[in-house]
């Protein structure tokens, strides 16, 4: 049975209103935020490892600045959504703890290998462009701090997207072998893409509540659908073929239908057992073992500079 406060704050939310950090809320609805804010921080993080892997070869000085930049972002975006999780009471080594125990899952796509060049430019086009599409619609998510991360988010994701399909044009201008690169990056990053928005509609757990909530403002098939019709056609924009053989223009539905998804796969991963899983979550633990002095140093020196201020 809903108690009065769960019915204002329903009317709130169906009024379009933003849900601020110290107003009255569902201890559902902070729980679930808290999931999922974090879980993103998670993946903006995480996702700075197979891109960094090429920091040290990108083929040219310009291309290094840019994707040394880009990694950056990640990181800021990563920041920006511990802070806003941590307005739900949620503290930063509990966040950090429960991605170490395997409790809070980051996204699947980043426990894939980074094996070429072109790989960089399949991440930047195929993998920011389906975090835009998704974050997009979570500029209107109902938790104000979340909302307002989002938009500031989007605007370089797009810068991202952009330097994605730079690389992924340059390479389809090139020689035989710098498109057979190309085709072979988007061969092995185009299913787990789809996998990004998560599991059909029917299948997600969290949806019918969230979106209940406002927390999420549209379906996981939804988005996918949005972002396929979009990548197919910048695909074949610059002469690279989509790895699906049900891909198919539906006129009477203005989508294309495009084939099953590998949902073992999907599972696999996010369980834990993805190509990469294991060698991302130890980098992870030992880049957070070898910060310790620094925020250890950081605290130490926060408690001086107040002593002295309180002397
Ligand atoms: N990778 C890893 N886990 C996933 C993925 C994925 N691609 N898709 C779904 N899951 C997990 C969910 O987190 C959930 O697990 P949990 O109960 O342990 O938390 C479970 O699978 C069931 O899925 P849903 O009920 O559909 O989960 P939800 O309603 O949270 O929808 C979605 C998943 C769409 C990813 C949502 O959480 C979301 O929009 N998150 C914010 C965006 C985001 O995290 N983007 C990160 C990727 S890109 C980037 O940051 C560069």
């Known amino acids: 049975v809903a108690l009065p406060d769960e019915h204002k704050f329903q009317a709130r939310i169906d009024a379009e209103e933003k849900i601020e950090p110290k107003d009255w809320m569902p201890e559902g609805y902070r729980k679930n935020l808290i999931r999922q804010m974090s879980q993103h ?14 920091i040290t070869r990108a083929p040219s000085l310009e291309r290094k ?40 899952k980051y996204a699947s796509i980043f426990n894939y290998p980074s094996l070429t060049w072109a790989d960089i430019g ?16 979570l ?6 701090p979340y ?16 330097q994605g399909y730079h690389i992924m044009m340059t390479l389809m201008d090139g020689s035989d072998e710098q498109k057979a690169m190309a085709q072979d990056a988007i061969n092995r990053w185009w299913w787990p893409a789809m996998m990004m928005f998560g599991p059909h509609d029917g299948e997600s757990a969290h949806s019918a509540q969230s979106m209940k909530w406002k927390i999420k403002r549209r379906s996981n098939d939804d988005l996918r659908q949005q972002w396929v019709d979009q ?45 990469c899983n294991r060698q991302r979550l130890a980098h992870h633990k030992k880049a957070h073992d070898d910060g310790a002095w620094v925020r250890e140093a950081m605290s ?9 201020s309180s002397a």
């Not at 056609?233 to 998804?261: C, K, S």
């Open 147 to 162: 909302a307002r991360a989002m938009i500031r988010i989007c605007k370089e994701e797009s810068f991202h997207q952009r």
């Open 41 to 54: 921080a998670h993946s903006e993080v995480v996702g700075e490892q197979p891109e960094g892997n090429w």
């Open 122 to 137: 399949a991440i930047g086009w195929l993998v920011d462009s389906a975090a835009i599409v998704n974050q997009v619609s």
């Open 300 to 308: 130490a020196y926060d408690a001086k500079r107040r002593a002295k």
């Open 231 to 275: 990548a197919v056609q910048q695909a074949h924009a610059i002469g690279l073929e989509v790895p699906d053989d049900d891909l198919t223009w539906n006129e009477e539905r203005g989508h294309y239908d495009f084939g099953p998804i590998d949902w073992d796969e999907f599972n696999r991963v996010i369980a834990g057992d993805g190509p």
């Open 139 to 144: 500029q209107n998510t109902s938790y104000g």
């Open 65 to 104: 600045a840019i994707l040394l930049a880009k990694v950056q972002d990640e990181a800021g975006h990563g920041l920006y959504l511990y802070s806003a999780a941590e307005t739900l009471g949620a503290t930063r080594d509990e966040m950090i703890e429960a991605l170490h125990e395997g409790k809070a």
